[in-house]
């Protein structure tokens, strides 16, 4: 079970580094150029439940082995 534990950690941690960084690229191109802040924002939205999806998935299969 503490393989398990280790595989869902990995996966969480994964999702929390690239949630950041998509936080971190669209708050850089909301400064850049501020007239397409709503556009930046959906896809971000899109990018990260993409992100928490593939996570959730890495989560319940490592808990499944």
Do not use: D, H, N, Y
Not at 38 to 55: C, D, F, N, R, V
């Amino acid at each position: 079970m503490s393989l398990a534990g280790i595989g869902a950690g990995l996966a969480a941690i994964g999702a929390g580094i690239g949630i950041g960084k998509i936080g971190a690229s669209a708050v850089e191109g909301v400064a850049r150029q501020p007239e397409v802040a709503s556009k930046i924002q959906t896809m971000m939205l899109i990018a990260a439940a993409l992100i928490e999806g593939a996570a959730l998935f890495g989560i319940v299969v490592a808990f499944l082995k």
